[in-house]
Protein backbone atom coordinates (compact mmCIF):
# COMPACT_ATOMS: atom_id res chain seq x y z
CA UNK A 1 0.00 0.00 0.00
CA UNK A 2 1.77 3.40 -0.79
CA UNK A 3 2.28 5.94 1.38
CA UNK A 4 -0.81 8.24 2.16
CA UNK A 5 0.99 11.89 2.27
CA UNK A 6 -1.74 14.51 3.46
CA UNK A 7 -0.63 18.14 0.89
CA UNK A 8 -2.53 21.04 3.25
CA UNK A 9 -3.28 24.28 0.82
CA UNK A 10 -1.77 21.39 -2.09
CA UNK A 11 -4.68 23.29 -4.57
CA UNK A 12 -2.03 26.30 -4.56
CA UNK A 13 0.89 27.10 -7.03
CA UNK A 14 3.74 25.03 -4.93
CA UNK A 15 1.29 22.70 -3.54
CA UNK A 16 -0.04 21.91 -7.02
CA UNK A 17 3.36 20.86 -8.72
CA UNK A 18 4.34 18.83 -5.04
CA UNK A 19 1.07 16.84 -5.30
CA UNK A 20 1.97 15.88 -9.43
CA UNK A 21 5.78 14.63 -8.18
CA UNK A 22 3.79 12.86 -5.56
CA UNK A 23 1.56 11.06 -7.14
CA UNK A 24 4.39 10.19 -10.05
CA UNK A 25 6.64 9.12 -7.43
CA UNK A 26 4.18 6.52 -6.44
CA UNK A 27 2.71 8.60 -3.51
CA UNK A 28 -1.28 8.83 -2.89
CA UNK A 29 -2.16 12.33 -1.78
CA UNK A 30 -4.91 13.83 -0.01
CA UNK A 31 -5.48 17.84 -0.70
CA UNK A 32 -6.94 19.80 1.94
CA UNK A 33 -7.50 23.92 0.78
CA UNK A 34 -9.86 26.51 1.43
CA UNK A 35 -9.52 27.82 -2.42
CA UNK A 36 -9.26 30.94 -1.05
CA UNK A 37 -6.45 31.46 -3.03
CA UNK A 38 -6.23 29.14 -5.76
CA UNK A 39 -8.60 27.03 -7.75
CA UNK A 40 -10.23 23.59 -7.78
CA UNK A 41 -9.38 23.22 -11.70
CA UNK A 42 -5.90 22.85 -10.94
CA UNK A 43 -6.07 19.72 -8.90
CA UNK A 44 -8.11 18.57 -11.53
CA UNK A 45 -5.99 19.37 -14.18
CA UNK A 46 -3.16 18.02 -11.95
CA UNK A 47 -5.00 14.57 -11.52
CA UNK A 48 -5.41 14.67 -15.52
CA UNK A 49 -1.26 14.89 -15.85
CA UNK A 50 -0.78 12.54 -12.99
CA UNK A 51 -2.24 9.46 -15.32
CA UNK A 52 -2.83 6.04 -14.14
CA UNK A 53 -1.89 7.74 -10.88
CA UNK A 54 -4.27 9.82 -10.81
CA UNK A 55 -6.53 7.54 -9.37
CA UNK A 56 -4.87 8.06 -6.12
CA UNK A 57 -5.58 11.67 -5.49
CA UNK A 58 -8.73 13.04 -3.34
CA UNK A 59 -9.66 16.33 -2.51
CA UNK A 60 -11.28 18.21 0.74
CA UNK A 61 -12.04 21.93 0.56
CA UNK A 62 -10.94 22.35 4.51
CA UNK A 63 -10.12 25.96 6.39
CA UNK A 64 -7.27 24.80 8.63
CA UNK A 65 -9.36 26.88 11.13
CA UNK A 66 -12.50 24.62 11.09
CA UNK A 67 -10.86 21.89 13.42
CA UNK A 68 -13.87 19.51 13.85
CA UNK A 69 -14.10 19.20 9.58
CA UNK A 70 -10.07 18.29 9.98
CA UNK A 71 -10.85 16.25 12.77
CA UNK A 72 -13.17 14.42 10.72
CA UNK A 73 -10.94 14.09 8.02
CA UNK A 74 -8.01 12.44 10.29
CA UNK A 75 -10.94 10.12 11.49
CA UNK A 76 -11.07 8.72 7.90
CA UNK A 77 -7.65 8.05 6.81
CA UNK A 78 -4.46 7.40 8.28
CA UNK A 79 -1.26 9.83 6.66
CA UNK A 80 1.85 8.88 6.94
CA UNK A 81 2.76 12.59 6.79
CA UNK A 82 1.89 16.07 6.01
CA UNK A 83 3.30 18.57 3.94
CA UNK A 84 1.85 21.77 5.07
CA UNK A 85 1.94 24.79 2.55
CA UNK A 86 -1.21 26.59 3.46
CA UNK A 87 -1.16 30.23 4.32
CA UNK A 88 -1.07 33.72 2.82
CA UNK A 89 2.43 35.04 1.22
CA UNK A 90 2.22 37.93 0.17
CA UNK A 91 5.03 40.23 2.08
CA UNK A 92 3.71 43.55 0.99
CA UNK A 93 -0.05 41.96 1.68
CA UNK A 94 1.10 41.22 5.23
CA UNK A 95 2.00 44.32 6.05
CA UNK A 96 -0.93 46.03 5.58
CA UNK A 97 -2.92 43.06 7.40
CA UNK A 98 -1.20 41.81 9.58
CA UNK A 99 -4.02 40.22 11.70
CA UNK A 100 -5.41 38.04 8.72
CA UNK A 101 -1.93 36.75 7.92
CA UNK A 102 -1.73 35.74 11.85
CA UNK A 103 -5.11 34.42 11.83
CA UNK A 104 -4.65 32.36 8.73
CA UNK A 105 -0.47 31.10 9.01
CA UNK A 106 -0.75 30.38 13.11
CA UNK A 107 -3.69 29.75 13.69
CA UNK A 108 -4.39 27.12 10.90
CA UNK A 109 -0.69 25.63 11.57
CA UNK A 110 -1.62 25.17 15.65
CA UNK A 111 -4.99 23.28 14.36
CA UNK A 112 -3.48 21.35 11.88
CA UNK A 113 -1.05 20.18 14.99
CA UNK A 114 -3.12 19.30 17.76
CA UNK A 115 -5.36 17.13 14.79
CA UNK A 116 -1.72 15.56 14.08
CA UNK A 117 -1.10 15.08 17.34
CA UNK A 118 -4.44 13.65 18.62
CA UNK A 119 -4.51 11.03 15.71
CA UNK A 120 -0.62 10.22 16.14
CA UNK A 121 0.63 11.36 12.93
CA UNK A 122 4.09 12.98 13.64
CA UNK A 123 5.54 12.97 10.23
CA UNK A 124 5.50 16.62 9.27
CA UNK A 125 6.97 18.41 6.14
CA UNK A 126 6.49 22.59 6.60
CA UNK A 127 7.36 24.59 3.84
CA UNK A 128 8.41 27.61 6.55
CA UNK A 129 9.21 29.78 3.61
CA UNK A 130 12.27 32.34 3.78
CA UNK A 131 13.97 34.54 6.10
CA UNK A 132 17.14 36.03 6.22
CA UNK A 133 19.63 33.89 7.43
CA UNK A 134 23.40 33.05 6.93
CA UNK A 135 23.69 29.60 5.63
CA UNK A 136 21.66 27.29 7.69
CA UNK A 137 22.44 29.31 11.29
CA UNK A 138 19.18 30.30 13.08
CA UNK A 139 16.83 32.72 11.50
CA UNK A 140 18.47 36.18 12.10
CA UNK A 141 15.11 37.96 11.43
CA UNK A 142 11.91 38.67 9.47
CA UNK A 143 10.96 41.99 8.58
CA UNK A 144 6.95 41.69 7.92
CA UNK A 145 4.17 39.63 9.20
CA UNK A 146 4.56 37.20 7.01
CA UNK A 147 8.00 36.37 7.78
CA UNK A 148 7.04 36.73 11.27
CA UNK A 149 4.63 34.09 10.80
CA UNK A 150 7.14 31.20 9.04
CA UNK A 151 9.53 32.69 12.04
CA UNK A 152 6.94 31.38 14.12
CA UNK A 153 5.89 28.28 12.70
CA UNK A 154 9.72 26.98 13.02
CA UNK A 155 10.12 28.11 16.60
CA UNK A 156 6.44 25.93 17.55
CA UNK A 157 7.48 23.27 15.44
CA UNK A 158 11.49 23.20 17.42
CA UNK A 159 9.14 23.25 20.73
CA UNK A 160 6.69 20.50 19.90
CA UNK A 161 10.09 18.60 19.00
CA UNK A 162 11.72 19.14 22.44
CA UNK A 163 8.74 18.48 24.27
CA UNK A 164 7.93 14.97 22.72
CA UNK A 165 10.83 13.68 20.38
CA UNK A 166 8.65 10.99 18.87
CA UNK A 167 8.19 13.68 16.26
CA UNK A 168 9.33 13.76 12.56
CA UNK A 169 10.03 17.83 11.37
CA UNK A 170 11.15 18.91 8.48
CA UNK A 171 11.37 22.41 7.84
CA UNK A 172 12.32 23.65 4.49
CA UNK A 173 12.91 27.04 3.47
CA UNK A 174 12.42 28.76 0.18
CA UNK A 175 12.99 31.31 -1.54
CA UNK A 176 10.69 32.68 -4.84
CA UNK A 177 9.36 29.85 -6.58
CA UNK A 178 8.84 30.88 -10.40
CA UNK A 179 8.17 28.74 -13.66
CA UNK A 180 5.60 26.13 -14.32
CA UNK A 181 5.29 22.50 -14.82
CA UNK A 182 6.72 22.23 -18.65
CA UNK A 183 3.06 20.92 -20.01
CA UNK A 184 1.77 24.72 -19.35
CA UNK A 185 -1.24 22.92 -18.10
CA UNK A 186 -0.48 24.14 -14.16
CA UNK A 187 0.92 27.38 -13.30
CA UNK A 188 0.77 30.14 -10.79
CA UNK A 189 -2.85 31.93 -10.56
CA UNK A 190 -2.87 34.12 -7.86
CA UNK A 191 -6.27 36.09 -6.84
CA UNK A 192 -6.87 39.72 -7.82
CA UNK A 193 -3.77 42.16 -8.60
CA UNK A 194 -0.13 39.43 -8.14
CA UNK A 195 1.66 40.61 -5.03
CA UNK A 196 4.68 38.63 -6.48
CA UNK A 197 6.82 39.65 -8.89
CA UNK A 198 6.54 36.83 -12.03
CA UNK A 199 2.76 36.46 -11.63
CA UNK A 200 2.69 40.16 -11.90
CA UNK A 201 4.80 39.91 -15.05
CA UNK A 202 3.12 37.17 -16.73
CA UNK A 203 -0.20 39.64 -16.53
CA UNK A 204 1.61 42.01 -18.12
CA UNK A 205 2.85 40.38 -21.36
CA UNK A 206 -0.75 38.43 -21.59
CA UNK A 207 -2.32 42.08 -21.74
CA UNK A 208 -4.19 42.09 -18.38
CA UNK A 209 -2.08 44.83 -16.42
CA UNK A 210 -0.14 47.92 -18.49
CA UNK A 211 3.28 47.67 -16.39
CA UNK A 212 5.01 46.61 -14.03
CA UNK A 213 5.53 49.11 -10.87
CA UNK A 214 9.46 48.82 -9.83
CA UNK A 215 9.55 48.41 -5.83
CA UNK A 216 12.51 50.75 -5.38
CA UNK A 217 15.92 51.08 -7.38
CA UNK A 218 17.76 52.87 -4.50
CA UNK A 219 18.93 49.51 -3.00
CA UNK A 220 22.88 48.46 -2.66
CA UNK A 221 22.73 46.20 -6.02
CA UNK A 222 24.35 45.72 -9.18
CA UNK A 223 21.05 47.46 -10.98
CA UNK A 224 19.12 49.32 -7.64
CA UNK A 225 16.49 46.81 -7.92
CA UNK A 226 15.45 43.63 -5.02
CA UNK A 227 17.80 40.45 -5.31
CA UNK A 228 16.24 37.28 -4.33
CA UNK A 229 16.90 33.73 -5.03
CA UNK A 230 14.70 32.69 -8.04
CA UNK A 231 13.79 28.75 -7.96
CA UNK A 232 12.00 27.00 -10.76
CA UNK A 233 8.54 25.34 -8.97
CA UNK A 234 9.19 22.16 -10.16
CA UNK A 235 12.63 21.83 -8.41
CA UNK A 236 10.62 22.91 -5.45
CA UNK A 237 8.48 20.26 -5.53
CA UNK A 238 11.44 17.62 -6.24
CA UNK A 239 12.85 19.14 -3.06
CA UNK A 240 9.96 18.37 -0.63
CA UNK A 241 9.61 14.84 -2.36
CA UNK A 242 13.16 14.38 -1.46
CA UNK A 243 12.14 15.64 2.26
CA UNK A 244 9.12 13.09 2.23
CA UNK A 245 11.56 10.18 1.86
CA UNK A 246 14.32 11.83 4.28
CA UNK A 247 11.36 11.53 6.26
CA UNK A 248 12.26 7.32 6.67
CA UNK A 249 15.58 8.15 7.92
CA UNK A 250 15.33 7.16 11.87
CA UNK A 251 18.00 9.68 12.71
CA UNK A 252 15.51 12.74 11.48
CA UNK A 253 14.21 14.69 14.26
CA UNK A 254 13.47 18.52 13.80
CA UNK A 255 15.82 19.41 10.67
CA UNK A 256 16.04 22.56 8.59
CA UNK A 257 16.88 22.87 5.39
CA UNK A 258 17.23 25.40 2.30
CA UNK A 259 15.87 24.91 -1.11
CA UNK A 260 17.13 27.46 -3.53
CA UNK A 261 19.60 27.51 -6.35
CA UNK A 262 22.38 29.88 -4.21
CA UNK A 263 22.25 32.03 -6.96
CA UNK A 264 20.61 36.10 -6.62
CA UNK A 265 18.95 37.38 -9.38
CA UNK A 266 17.67 41.23 -9.23
CA UNK A 267 14.28 42.16 -10.93
CA UNK A 268 15.26 44.12 -14.02
CA UNK A 269 17.75 40.75 -14.55
CA UNK A 270 14.75 38.62 -14.04
CA UNK A 271 12.38 41.25 -16.55
CA UNK A 272 14.69 40.75 -19.24
CA UNK A 273 14.50 36.95 -19.16
CA UNK A 274 10.88 36.64 -19.31
CA UNK A 275 11.21 39.14 -21.91
CA UNK A 276 13.73 37.07 -23.66
CA UNK A 277 11.54 34.25 -23.06
CA UNK A 278 8.14 35.42 -24.21
CA UNK A 279 8.96 37.97 -26.87
CA UNK A 280 7.20 40.22 -25.09
CA UNK A 281 8.06 44.08 -24.06
CA UNK A 282 7.24 44.91 -20.22
CA UNK A 283 6.81 48.36 -19.50
CA UNK A 284 8.29 49.78 -15.78
CA UNK A 285 7.11 52.29 -13.90
CA UNK A 286 9.96 52.92 -11.28
CA UNK A 287 8.04 53.52 -7.30
CA UNK A 288 9.65 53.91 -3.64
CA UNK A 289 10.92 50.61 -1.55
CA UNK A 290 7.68 48.54 -0.43
CA UNK A 291 7.35 48.01 2.96
CA UNK A 292 8.86 44.98 4.35
CA UNK A 293 11.02 44.06 1.20
CA UNK A 294 14.76 43.16 1.80
CA UNK A 295 17.46 44.17 -0.56
CA UNK A 296 19.18 41.08 -1.17
CA UNK A 297 18.08 37.36 -0.51
CA UNK A 298 19.48 34.17 -1.65
CA UNK A 299 19.98 30.68 -0.19
CA UNK A 300 22.92 28.38 1.17
CA UNK A 301 21.85 25.31 -0.06
CA UNK A 302 24.91 22.99 0.53
CA UNK A 303 23.00 20.89 3.41
CA UNK A 304 20.12 20.14 1.34
CA UNK A 305 22.51 19.15 -1.69
CA UNK A 306 24.09 16.83 0.92
CA UNK A 307 21.61 15.46 3.46
CA UNK A 308 18.40 15.20 0.75
CA UNK A 309 20.50 14.62 -2.34
CA UNK A 310 18.61 17.04 -3.91
CA UNK A 311 19.88 20.10 -6.22
CA UNK A 312 18.24 22.51 -8.28
CA UNK A 313 18.35 21.83 -11.71
CA UNK A 314 16.73 24.85 -13.86
CA UNK A 315 18.24 28.32 -14.19
CA UNK A 316 16.57 31.51 -14.61
CA UNK A 317 16.15 31.18 -18.44
CA UNK A 318 14.01 27.61 -18.00
CA UNK A 319 11.95 29.25 -15.10
CA UNK A 320 10.91 31.89 -17.39
CA UNK A 321 10.12 30.12 -20.68
CA UNK A 322 7.87 27.66 -18.48
CA UNK A 323 6.56 30.42 -16.91
CA UNK A 324 5.75 31.73 -20.23
CA UNK A 325 4.39 28.89 -21.41
CA UNK A 326 1.60 28.71 -19.41
CA UNK A 327 0.65 32.11 -19.26
CA UNK A 328 0.16 32.15 -22.74
CA UNK A 329 -1.64 29.04 -22.70
CA UNK A 330 -3.82 30.21 -19.64
CA UNK A 331 -4.02 33.88 -19.93
CA UNK A 332 -6.94 34.22 -17.44
CA UNK A 333 -5.40 31.35 -15.56
CA UNK A 334 -7.40 28.91 -14.05
CA UNK A 335 -10.68 30.88 -14.38
CA UNK A 336 -12.64 31.84 -17.66
CA UNK A 337 -12.21 35.48 -18.86
CA UNK A 338 -15.30 36.92 -17.95
CA UNK A 339 -14.38 36.13 -14.24
CA UNK A 340 -10.81 38.33 -14.75
CA UNK A 341 -10.43 41.41 -12.04
C1 LIG B 1 10.39 40.04 -5.32
C2 LIG B 1 11.06 41.34 -5.74
C3 LIG B 1 9.95 43.28 -4.89
C4 LIG B 1 6.26 42.84 -7.22
C5 LIG B 1 8.34 36.16 -1.49
C6 LIG B 1 6.93 35.63 -1.41
C7 LIG B 1 6.93 34.13 -1.44
C8 LIG B 1 7.90 33.59 -0.44
C9 LIG B 1 9.27 34.19 -0.66
C10 LIG B 1 8.31 31.45 0.47
C11 LIG B 1 11.12 42.36 -4.62
C12 LIG B 1 9.89 43.25 -6.42
C13 LIG B 1 7.52 42.63 -6.68
C14 LIG B 1 6.06 43.96 -8.06
C15 LIG B 1 8.36 44.58 -7.79
N1 LIG B 1 8.05 32.19 -0.61
N2 LIG B 1 8.54 43.48 -6.97
N3 LIG B 1 7.13 44.79 -8.32
O1 LIG B 1 8.87 39.89 -1.59
O2 LIG B 1 10.66 38.15 -2.04
O3 LIG B 1 8.35 37.54 -1.17
O4 LIG B 1 9.15 35.56 -0.50
O5 LIG B 1 8.08 31.79 1.57
O6 LIG B 1 7.34 33.68 -2.73
O7 LIG B 1 6.38 36.07 -0.20
O8 LIG B 1 8.67 38.22 -3.52
O9 LIG B 1 7.86 38.49 -5.80
O10 LIG B 1 6.81 39.88 -3.96
O11 LIG B 1 9.14 40.37 -4.72
O12 LIG B 1 9.31 45.35 -8.03
O13 LIG B 1 4.93 44.22 -8.58
O14 LIG B 1 10.27 41.93 -6.78
O15 LIG B 1 10.18 44.60 -4.41
O16 LIG B 1 12.33 43.07 -4.74
P1 LIG B 1 9.23 38.53 -2.04
P2 LIG B 1 8.01 39.24 -4.53
Redesign the pocket.
Known sequence: MSSSILVTGGAGYIGSHTVLQLLLGGYKAVVVDNLDNSSEIAVKRVQELAGEHGSNLSFHKIDLRDKPALEKLFASEKFDAVIHFAGL????ESVQKPLMYYDNNLIGTIVLLEVMAAHGCKNQLF????RWYHAQRNPISATNP?GRT?LFIEEICRDIYQSDSTWKIILL?????VGAHPSGYIGEDPRGI?????P?VQQVAVGRRPA?????TDYGTKDG????DYIHVVDLADGHIAAVNKLADPSVGCEVYNLGTGKGTS?LE?VAAFEKASGKKIPLVTAG??P???EI?YASTDKAERELNWKAKYGVDEMCRDQWNWASKNPYGYEAPESTN
Not at 225 to 228: N, P
Open positions: KAVGMVGRYKRYFNPPNNLMFLTVFGTGVRVMRRGDAV
